[in-house]
């Protein structure tokens, strides 16, 4: 007797217990499904905003490159009109004042000194002012105007180039044995590291032309033996040249080997001095005319590629 009762509680009890579960199941069953349906919900709201600002990012960005195009399709088209109509006067016989053969030179040298070789027309413009029939007043204003543009442009291009290399300066007196061409002057010699690569320069003053304002220049390149410099490219060269306040170094500079460049610049010069700048840089800030060769590419392609060990 005492045995059935408790079996009849033992299945009151479970029978509550399973009650209870039954219930919870079934109040629960709903809010997983309202759960479910939230989270699911969230994710595609969460996702198709993604996506939006992800098309919005991408649409902008499509915006601005054309933008861009068109601008820089604009500006070449004037640059192209300006120039056709800058240096076609030069040439046009029919344009004979000086003071608006300067004022186009001055156009052209401000606008286009990164691309053109202009030494030929600063000289050309130098000879018109020697031989015109003006004052000897007028000339020297016309030469000073000339001078100062050359050296303007010389600056603009220095800053450039020393924003991604390495620049050395010299003052240097110059000695009557200098002028008259009887003796050489070796400038202090330079170290300078570029790019992982040190290379050592050596200037040496060979002549002085007080009248025409220049200076013959012999410069030695010695790159030697030293990690990241194949031996071939460790070497050792020369170069001779005339070196005036015309000639600018985005232009008239040495190519050297793991496309990089160096140039030497006059920065003042006058009857009892002259003051020369060294400067160091990577092919990449050279002339726009300037163009690497092949291997280098390759080679610089080959570089990414791999990356550092």
Known sequence: MV??????????????????????QIVLSPLGGLLTALAVASLGYMGSRTIERQQSNEAKLRLYSELMTRREESEATLRKEMFQSIIGSFFDARSEQLESKLLKMELLAQNFHEALNLVPLYEHLEREI?????????????????????????RKQMIVLEAGGKRFDWTVI?????????????????ELTLGGITRRFRVTLSGADLVRRELRVGLEIETPAQEGVSGSAASRNSVDF?????????????????????????????????????????GSRASLREKPYYEEILRKLSDTTIGPD
């Open 3 to 24: 045995d059935d009762v408790k079996a009849d509680e033992v299945a009151v009890r479970t029978r509550d217990h399973k009650d209870f579960w039954d219930i919870l």
């Open 130 to 154: 020697a031989t015109s029939q003006m004052s000897a007043e007028a000339k020297r204003g016309y030469a000073a105007r000339l001078g100062e543009l050359a050296r303007e442009v010389t």
């Open 174 to 190: 110059l000695s009557d044995s200098l002028t008259a061409g009887t003796k050489s002057e070796q400038l202090e010699d330079v």
């Open 242 to 282: 005339p070196l005036g306040f015309f000639s600018t170094p985005m232009i008239d500079n040495t190519r050297l080997s793991s496309d990089q460049r160096v140039a030497i610049v006059l920065t003042d010069m006058n009857d009892f001095g002259a003051t020369l700048s060294l400067v160091y840089f990577p």
